[in-house]
């Protein structure tokens, strides 16, 4: 079965930092870029941050300065490490799975596979 299994989430008071982690089973791993996006209620899902096969990384706009985005080909894992945060970066963030050499459908939420999602909330 194919799993992407995020972790990590929770409440942090603003300023703050987290560090959310991904754990993929049931499929090549190297063969597929992986990013990050969240969603907060009643918005569309945001780009946040991708990282390709060959380790490129691409930011969005909201976040560009405050994360970085990295992966473990070996532990079949990627995380995103959020800095200064904001009350405005509350969301569920999810992971992203998409086959490797999507170019500028990374920025995109059309992934092949998807997690459940970790709750970040950013309040004092």
């Known amino acids: 079965q194919v799993q992407l299994v995020e972790s990590g989430g929770g409440l942090v008071q603003p300023g703050g930092s987290l560090r959310l982690s991904c754990a993929a089973f049931?499929?090549?791993?190297?063969?597929?870029?992986m990013g990050w996006f969240r969603q907060a209620p009643g918005k569309e899902r945001e780009f946040v941050a991708a990282?390709?096969?060959?380790?490129?990384?691409y930011y969005g706009d909201s976040v560009k300065g405050r994360c970085t985005i990295s992966r473990d080909n070996a532990k079949s894992t990627v995380t995103l490490q959020i800095e200064s945060l904001k009350p405005d970066d509350t969301a569920v963030y999810y992971c992203?799975?998409?086959?490797?050499?999507?170019?500028?459908?990374?920025?995109?939420?059309?992934?092949?596979?998807w997690g459940q999602g970790t709750q970040v909330t950013v309040s004092s």
């Open positions: 992203g799975a998409t086959v490797r050499g999507s170019g500028s459908a990374l920025l995109s939420p059309s992934y092949k596979y």
């Open positions: 049931g499929f090549v791993f190297s063969w597929f870029d």
């Open positions: 990282i390709t096969w060959s380790t490129s990384t």
